[in-house]
């Protein structure tokens, strides 16, 4: 949830009026204990249900580019919108409306830039991925293409895309908004909501429940922890479906 914060003031790509308030950020004491869980998107997926929050979408949608790595930080928005003009004309007027770089003019160190995209197109490369790392952002989140992975791979900037492709977007894409509400894969998300992403998975945490949801999931990180231990033990199937489910069918 944004509060009365200003902007940054724009880098000089978009207009003032075109980028909302700086969003509170989640505190990074809140963002290391949600690193700390053990199942991350899997724990934060199930808090969410237990709430009545929807906010989750699968690997398989959002398809991150790095195995094995995880980000948790503060929604940095960005809205593109496809461009009208012919992308030839376009390239030979110079006419490029791109500029993810706004966001990041307006990110802190640990955000997440999350953009809603323009499908089949980049809409973020190489050179955003470099200014990210040295801006020291934690990932980002593109529900439409991207492309440079080899570059962003190398420099450990992990990112989590609908699609990879090599056609760029720089004569196709309008930035339209930064720190407004988007879309991402028909989630609804706000600058401020906290980004939370592993290699299952992407949830989007409303700010307002950022801490409840936590709550729930180190509960939850705990009791998985001495179910394994007691796995460990010898524990019987049966015991183990009592611990599991509460509806066993008696005899």
Avoid at 67 to 87: E, S, Y
Wanted: proline residues 4%.
């Amino acid at each position: 949830m944004s509060d009365s914060r200003s902007t940054k003031g724009s880098a000089g790509l978009m207009a003032d009026e075109q980028i909302r308030a700086q969003p509170r950020r989640v505190s990074k004491a809140i963002i290391d204990r949600f690193l700390a869980l053990e199942d991350l998107a899997g724990t934060v997926s199930d808090a969410l249900d237990q709430l009545g929050i929807t906010g989750v979408i699968g690997a398989s949608t959002l398809i991150p580019t790095i195995a094995g790595r995880r980000a948790v930080g503060t929604a940095i928005t960005l809205r593109n919108v496809p461009q009208k003009t012919d992308p030839h004309l376009a390239l030979t007027t110079e006419l490029n409306l791109m500029s993810e770089i706004e966001a990041i003019h307006q990110a802190e160190p640990g955000d997440v830039l999350v953009i809603q995209g323009v499908p089949d197109v980049s809409n973020m490369g190489g050179i955003i991925a470099t200014i990210c790392t040295r801006q020291k952002l934690a990932a980002a989140v593109v529900d439409g293409g991207i492309r440079d992975v080899n570059k962003s791979r190398a420099l450990g900037f992990p990112i989590w895309s609908r699609q990879i492709t090599p056609l760029t977007g720089k004569w196709r894409v309008i930035s339209a908004e930064v720190n407004g509400t988007i879309t991402v894969a028909g989630m609804t998300v706000r600058a401020g909501d906290l980004v939370v992403a592993d290699e299952t998975g992407t949830c989007f945490i409303p700010q307002d429940h950022v801490e409840e949801v936590l709550a729930i999931c180190e509960v939850t990180d705990k009791k998985e922890a001495g179910w394994v231990e007691d796995l460990g033990r010898g524990m019987t199937i049966p015991d183990v479906m009592k611990h599991l489910y509460k509806n066993l069918r008696k005899k």
